[in-house]
DNA sequence: CAACAATATGCCACTCAGTGGCATTCGCTT
DNA sequence: AAGCGAATGCCACTGAGTGGCATATTGTTG
């Protein structure tokens, strides 16, 4: 065995990451609907069983680099330092190190396809739609786990707060569309988006005209 | 003829409501995933193909209440008077109306069972979240063309704010299990929700013992 | 009322995502 | 080298969703 890892483990997640590369390539250039998921599992060698052990459905294998990022999310909640700040800060503090955490350059060129792919599949952005509302979910549990929430919708609306704000951020990064994604800059954008959350509350409009 | 439409029109209608009624009530009972189309086309009399040309899907059946209010919600977004209040107040009151506009008694039940199979089964959540993103994409879309907003986060973020109330709203709503589920109450709670958003943004957090 | 146009429905065969069962292979341990 | 458990492959199956075409039902026109 080399470098801690069993080699077994090894060869899963290589299977795993092949899986992933071979879906956003495919789906990138034939579209998610162009692709069967025999013709992927023949790409990687793999049969369409074994597909099933790593991936819950067919959107799933397209959406791992977001899931990747949230996992982290979840985990540097469960250690973060509350200090005293407000809910919303928190929650953002611990994106922004998730986000740093996973977000190398291989990431962000994935994550890019990723994104781009689920806005043209109606069923893609439904299961990211859910996957982001689940993982909220499971963050408050941490919270009101860690920490003395009330009992009412604010907690709630944080969380979707920062969801939208995320997802307003990732909408604009991926339409600059650059060769070279950065990290870094979706961290920004994340920053002016959840700065613009007060300003939305009383923002006034007069018509047209 | 009779009242108005075409005999045609009201037999299309009455099959669509059918299907929705055996819908819900077969879902109800024995679980989303425990019912077949086959089945359900049967209850009705209705071939496979048919169900197809009136629901794009199986979960789309039994979202049929909510994509109600939100259609009557569109509708009247189209004519609300801006009346220079914030934008998130205009929704709100357009979102009231609508709620007012379809909720009668037969629609609260409807809607409660609806949610709450939409709560169990995670492909009907997914589609539900899909529905409420792409509507207020729609809503977005009339605003700035009948007003003129500022093109930047906020107006996406306050749209975002009102679907988090809303659902919150419909959570509580269906968490208090009545055997007469009133629109009113859930009106109220919508009410309660939106007044609450502010609050969120600064909620604080002491850690827990 | 008869013939016609338009639209809604039914039927059939098909693709493809997803699952269960079981035999086989592969990595690991002793 | 032998044996254990985990991962994989193969096969058959269910069920959602679609396309094509024949049929029936409604609305219209002479």
């Not at 801690?4 to 060869?11: C, F, Q, T």
């Not at 459905?57 to 959406?63: F, N």
């Not at 680099?65 to 407000?86: I, K, V």
């Amino acid at each position: 065995m080399t470098a801690g890892s069993p080699l077994r483990e090894r060869k899963k997640q290589r299977t795993r990451q092949a899986l992933i590369d071979a879906a956003l390539t495919l789906f990138g250039s034939r579209g998610f609907g162009g692709v069967t998921l025999d013709e992927l599992c023949d790409e990687v060698e793999v049969s369409k069983r074994t597909f099933f052990r790593y991936f819950a459905s067919k959107e799933d294998v397209a959406m791992a680099p977001l899931e990747d990022m949230w996992r982290a999310f979840l985990e540097g909640l469960e250690t973060a330092d509350p200090d005293g700040r407000p809910l919303l800060e928190l929650m953002e503090a611990a994106l922004l190190a998730a986000l740093d955490q996973v977000a190398d350059d291989a990431w962000a060129g994935r994550a890019l396809l990723s994104y781009r792919l689920s806005r043209q599949t109606p069923s893609m952005d439904a299961h990211t739609l859910h996957f982001c509302d689940s993982t909220m979910r499971a963050v408050l549990e941490i919270l009101h786990r860690r920490l003395d929430l009330p009992d009412d919708a604010r907690p709630r609306l944080a969380g979707d707060m920062l969801v939208a704000a995320w997802r307003y951020a990732l909408d604009g990064w991926a339409a600059g569309a650059r060769d070279r994604p950065d990290g870094r800059e979706l961290a920004a954008r994340v920053r002016d988006a959840v700065a613009a959350l007060p300003g939305s509350l009383h923002l006034t409009a007069a018509p047209r005209g």
